[in-house]
């Protein structure tokens, strides 16, 4: 692909639109066409934001349905604007013939910039495929059975139709099988082709052919797409550096699969607002686990160190929380080790830059998942992602006194152990609330606490406390939560927790 800062994207000559001739595609030639550097990144994105909500519905567990999923992946493309997928996932429903093959260039530009991005290393890898497998499987599902022979025919498959003596033939002879009376309803193909269904028994043999139902040509394209697919990207691997050192896309490449590209909440537009009243009322069901320990920890020590003051600073502030209210927050909690005046020296101008106050002035957001599950975390620091950077024991006594049940604790403990981090923060969302977020998966903290806000319908008094209530619900959140200890992987020490209730009832 050639990157030029011309806006004109539409094809212009034969070979170029000979491209675009179906709307799936096995992506075997790479496209020789003029995209702009807005165009390469806005298509990424847009593939990628597809991507990852096929990985959040199949691991949700929607795919034992499959009728189901495939409903619930259509309907999440439209909910999220991705209008040219969906169009082409419905089978192109466009107003002119150019329309159609623009979005067909931007799913098969889009489809080989990913590659660039996902080639550098096994995982990635291993998780481009998966998800291109379940895209082109939910794709291949909803075309119609004129559209599938024809991608059949163009892609040179080797699938070929069954005549009316080769059904006859099979009719005769597949004893264990269960025949059509239409002949068109079975394709023949090599049988090393699709191994999967010869294991499973699910095709009839004959002579180094396999006699394929409509309905099973599927298992063998992907077989085809997976062999293929892993073939290029070990190429894109080997030119992946020299790839990188263009300035114009460079960066764009090495590091968008680390990117958040959902709502910022640089400006808090929560159904209330966060206060130094109701915060430790809020942090107990509202707060995702990460934001929850650096709570306590806070309350508990009175100190943070630097990361953990800017992860749990900036949620605060997507939250809601004002910078005035937020510099009498850390104040109170840390002049309770230290003299006011240390603090304004050493602490206070880092709020307000945060705030965007101080310095370039530049109004900092608060991290996204991607963004904590990706950073470093060190000994004795309690900030990042607790269903990654923490043991699994020390998970399960964090989710243990979160109240919630045997089975969810284990449910997140399997996602957890398996690499699924934003995944099992969905599943504690649930237990929590009992119901799931609107969106398909949590990807970011403030998003936890805006959905939490939205189940538990609160207003800006809900959030609050009546003084009779507030020290028990206060004692019931520090009792339900985790201590320094535990957070640290250390083994679980009660006497701290009740160091901390004492505490707070003398308060």
Not at 199 to 208: A, T
Not at 364 to 374: D, E, G, L, N
Not at 381 to 407: M, V
Request: hydrophobic letters at 35%.
């Amino acid at each position: 692909m050639n990157f030029t800062p011309s806006r004109k994207s539409l094809p212009t000559d034969k070979s170029e639109k000979s491209l675009y001739i179906h709307d799936l595609q096995l992506y075997r030639e790479i496209p020789d066409i003029d995209v702009n550097l807005d165009e390469f990144e806005e298509w990424a994105i847009e593939r990628l934001k597809v991507l990852q909500i096929l990985e959040q519905l199949s691991l949700k567990g929607n795919t034992n349905n499959y009728e189901e999923y495939t409903k619930l992946a259509v309907q999440e493309l439209k909910k999220e604007g991705l209008n040219h997928m969906y169009k082409l996932v419905n089978g192109g429903k466009y107003k002119d013939y150019e329309e159609n093959c623009l979005a067909r260039k931007r799913d098969v530009c889009s489809h080989f910039i990913l590659r660039l991005i996902y080639c550098k290393n096994d995982e990635l890898r291993k998780w481009f495929i998966s998800r291109e497998l379940d895209l082109f499987k939910l794709r291949w599902s909803l075309l119609s059975k004129t559209d599938k022979l024809q991608f059949l025919s163009s892609n040179n498959t080797n699938y070929s139709a069954v005549n009316e003596e080769e059904h006859k033939f099979m009719t005769e002879n597949m004893n264990s099988f269960t025949t059509t009376e239409n002949n068109s309803d079975y394709f023949k193909v090599r049988w090393m082709q699709v191994l999967d269904l010869v294991r499973n028994r699910k095709v009839f043999l004959c002579d180094g052919f396999a006699y394929v139902l409509q309905t099973d040509v599927i298992s063998g394209i992907c077989q085809t797409f997976r062999s293929e697919l892993s073939q290029e990207l070990m190429k894109c691997f080997q030119k992946f550096n020299l790839i990188c050192d263009d300035e114009r896309f460079g960066a764009f490449i090495k590091y968008l699969h680390q990117s958040y590209i959902g709502k910022n909440y640089s400006v808090s537009e929560n159904m209330s607002t966060l206060s130094i009243n109701n915060i430790d009322h809020a942090s107990k069901d509202s707060f995702p686990l990460c934001m929850k320990r650096l709570h306590v920890v806070l309350r508990s020590e009175h100190h943070l160190k630097h990361q953990a003051r800017q992860q749990y600073g900036l949620f605060l502030k997507g939250a809601g929380l004002s910078l005035e209210q937020a510099l009498t927050f850390w104040r109170s909690e840390f002049t309770k080790k230290i003299d006011v005046d240390k603090f304004d020296k050493q602490y206070s101008y880092n709020i307000r830059h945060n705030y965007g106050k101080e310095g370039r002035k530049t109004n900092y957001t608060p991290y996204s998942c991607m963004k904590i599950i990706m950073g470093a975390v060190g000994f004795d620091e309690y900030h990042g992602c607790p269903y990654k950077h923490t043991s699994s024991q020390a998970l399960k006594q964090l989710l243990e006194f979160s109240n919630i049940s045997a089975q969810c604790i284990q449910d997140i403990l399997n996602l957890s152990q398996n690499g699924h981090y934003q995944i099992a923060c969905t599943k504690y969302f649930e237990a929590k609330h009992g119901a799931l977020p609107s969106a398909t998966a949590i990807n970011h903290p403030n998003q936890f606490f805006e959905e939490s806000q939205k189940v538990k319908g609160h207003s800006n008094d809900d959030l609050i406390p009546n003084i009779s209530q507030a020290n028990t619900s206060m004692k019931d959140d520090i009792n339900n939560t985790l201590t320094k200890d535990d957070i640290s992987n250390a083994d679980f020490d009660q006497s701290i927790i009740d160091g901390f209730v004492d505490k707070m009832d003398c308060d």
